[in-house]
């Protein structure tokens, strides 16, 4: 009843609180129709841009937020039936300065770029990044085609960009308006500059320009196949695995803005191995999604706009890493009428069971995802996710909202319930919600409660801790200085008290915690804890229970990072200690200790086609009892990238772990032909202890994928 009466409270505060946004001035771009469109190659010395007045008057948006910029940025639009295009004059008094890397597309950091932000359907909720660097590399928002040139010259830079309308969603309206930014970074400068002016408290989608003029275009129905044809050598373990595979991508405007995405016989032989991440505690680790058919699009299946929910247990109905081993998946995405939508289905591959392992049946999952624009900058919505087996189910409902209002007030939250074949169990529910004012200097506040009960089983996501309840309170202060070499100084102060879904108290905890911003890019943070804290054990059915005993909690963490371009590209240090309980290997006891973590990375790129990283993390726990080290290892990662032209490249990863000596090993390389083509040839190599039995293999892939767009 307690947990309802918040969600009622909260939602009338919400409702009472909506305000209109203070707006500054709003920029209007008039494009003009060429009949004779340009060359794409960054030279802006085409016939179509010198009957074009340019735009200028850039602000910077950071280091000093509404003053002038540092550089001139000149920018030209126009269209024709097929394209939209823009040209841009990027000047700079120091050219040599200037700073761009020859990387795939979407893979460069902080570089001297333009970007041009659309909003095409003019909701201020939902924009689209075309990012150019200096070499002319691309990085964008949204997996989709569009080209671009740039080229440096004697005062600065200047590139040119063609987006595809096909590219593109938006309405059927005849005369179109569309929502407008322009972003330029300067690297040398840490600078960013917008065309219309940005200020850093209120969300960036609300503070965009208009574009008027575009008239007599059509979004499409676009269709493409990408189909692949590949073959494998495998060996693993003493066995051989070769085989020779063919799949298929595909994507179909079923409107102009709703899009349908399938995939058959997906390989994923390009995507990095996992890293190695020791096992501490009896919770799951959660894994990073690299496939590219679940990462696109992914923005469509989020729930409630949540930050900083997971800091002590995730909140996740569905988990992409559930679907192991897809044979066969669809998903639609996109937005109407200020509806978005993300439908999901996925035929998985189960595994036949062995002497050793227990098999697992094929299976489907299926997610709906549907969320509503509401009021200046709000949400909400629902989300179902489930997985069917031939006997058996898993079923999920949530609902979710995100309230913003006074430009940097936020209350976030969900609620959802689990069900299960055949178990009729009380205590499946999750629930959430947070309030938070969110400034970029000044007051800072959080309010958090999340409640998990004990009978969750969530299959299609992630859940790692049950039968808890978690409250925080947070206050801070932020400084911003608009000269010298800090540009930022923050502080704050976090309560928080945890609670078995009974009521019996499980911690309490306080943190004290600060950080510096330099304009240098650097950045320095501390923090201090301390408190005291149950913890949860296996026992003999393993079941997870809270121990009787609480042990206590305190320490820091120290950390420093470093990013700059150049030679030393960027640099990492953090160091932790804290005195907690300690698992013993089976997590069915835990004893008093104290955890001691040392996790460095180093960045360099002594050109600007060729990187190098190398990162490591060590960590090592004792027992307050006895002074005895129970556990020592170090995860370490190293990363090499040489692009030799604009489509030939080579990547080299290398991912291990020193207390069982395991490793993973990834050799890429690949040659674009075309826009969406490429042949690549990948190298895999591991060593992974399974079942107390060290098991070795390698497997190498030829794979050509060819784009045919219609």
């Known amino acids: 009843m307690l947990t309802k009466t918040r969600f009622v409270l909260l939602i009338l505060i919400v409702l009472a609180g909506q305000t209109l946004w203070s707006r500054g001035e709003i920029r209007t771009l008039s494009i003009q129709e060429t009949a004779a469109p340009p060359r794409i190659d960054g030279s802006i010395d085409d016939a179509c841009w010198q009957g074009i007045k340019p735009l200028s008057g850039f602000f910077q948006n950071d280091p000093v937020n509404g003053a002038e910029a540092s550089e001139k940025t000149l920018v030209w639009a126009a269209y024709d039936n097929n394209n939209i295009y823009f040209a841009f ?50 990085k964008n928002s949204v997996e989709t085609i569009w080209k671009s040139g740039a080229v440096l010259r004697k005062d600065g830079w200047s590139a040119e960009v063609a987006i595809p309308f096909k590219s593109l969603r938006f309405s059927t309206a005849e005369k179109q308006t569309w929502g407008v930014n322009f972003l330029r970074y300067i690297q ?65 405007g079923i409107l102009p803005n709703l899009i349908l995405d399938m995939t058959a016989s997906p390989d994923f032989s390009e995507v990095e191995s996992d890293p190695f991440i020791y096992q501490l505690s009896p919770y799951e680790n959660y894994m990073r999604e690299n496939r590219p058919f679940f990462t696109e699009g992914s923005q469509y299946f989020g729930a409630g706009g949540r930050r900083h929910w997971g800091r002590q247990s995730r909140f996740n109905l569905f988990y992409t890493r559930r679907i192991d081993s897809p044979k066969l998946a669809a998903k639609i995405t996109g937005k109407t009428d200020g509806w978005s ?56 409902f949530g609902v979710d909202y995100n309230f913003n209002f006074k430009d940097f007030y936020y209350i976030r939250g969900q609620s959802a319930f689990s069900l299960n074949k055949n178990i009729e169990k009380e205590g499946a529910g999750m629930h959430v919600i947070q309030f938070e004012r969110d400034p970029d200097a000044g007051l800072q506040l959080e309010l958090y409660y999340k409640r998990v009960e004990e009978n969750v089983d969530v299959r299609t996501g992630y859940i790692n801790r049950t039968d808890i309840q978690e409250t925080q309170a947070e206050a801070g202060y932020a400084w911003r200085f608009n000269g010298g070499r800090v540009k930022r100084v923050s502080t704050g102060v976090t309560g928080e008290m945890g609670h078995d879904c009974d009521g019996a108290m499980t911690k309490k905890s306080a943190e004290i915690y600060g950080g510096i911003d330099f304009l240098s890019e650097l950045e320095f943070d501390v923090m201090l804890e301390a408190g005291e804290s149950r913890y949860q054990v296996y026992d003999e059915e393993d079941n997870l229970f809270w121990t009787a ?89 190293t990363n090499l990238h040489y692009q030799f032209t604009r489509n030939l490249f080579l990547s080299t990863r290398l991912k291990g772990e020193t207390r069982d000596n395991q490793y993973n090993m990834d050799v890429l390389v690949g040659y674009y032909f075309g826009a969406g083509n490429i042949v690549q040839l990948s190298f895999k190599k591991s060593s992974r202890l399974e079942e107390e039995i060290m098991e070795k293999g390698y497997s190498i892939t030829l794979k050509i994928s060819y784009l045919l767009r219609v």
């Open 89 to 138: 004059l990027m000047k700079d008094s120091r050219p040599e300065k200037i700073w761009a890397e020859l990387t795939p597309r979407n893979r460069y950091y902080r570089n001297d770029s333009i970007t041009v932000i659309l909003d095409t359907y003019n909701d201020k909720r939902t924009n689209l990044n075309f990012t150019v660097n200096a070499r002319g590399v691309q």
């Open 188 to 252: 040398r400068l840490n600078e960013k500059d917008y065309w219309n002016h940005v200020d850093r408290s209120r969300p960036r989608q609300q503070q965009n320009g208009i574009l008027v003029g575009l008239e007599g275009v059509k979004p499409t129905y676009n269709l493409e196949f990408f189909p692949y044809f590949g073959g494998r050598l495998s060996r693993w373990a003493g066995e051989k695995d070769d085989k020779v595979a063919v799949g298929l991508d595909f994507k179909y």
């Open 341 to 396: 939508f993300g439908l999901l289905g996925a035929f998985n591959k189960g595994i036949e069971e062995t002497e050793d392992e227990e098999g697992v049946e094929d299976n489907f999952f299926s997610v709906v995802r549907i969320q509503k624009d509401i009021f200046k900058n709000s949400q909400i919505g629902i989300y179902y996710a489930g997985i069917d087996e031939k006997e058996d189910y898993n079923r999920n």
């Open 549 to 637: 005993d609480f042990i206590d909690v305190y320490g820091g963490r120290i950390g420093l990072r470093w990013h700059r371009g150049g030679f030393l590209k960027g640099l990492n240090i953090w160091t932790r200690w804290h005195h907690r309980g300690i698992y013993n290997d089976e997590f069915t006891a835990v004893e008093p200790g104290g955890e001691s973590n040392v996790d460095v990375s180093i960045t360099l790129r002594p050109r600007s086609n060729f990187e190098f990283s190398v990162g490591g993390e060590w960590t090592r726990q004792t027992i307050d009892s006895t002074g005895e080290v129970v556990f020592s290892g170090i995860t370490y990662k």
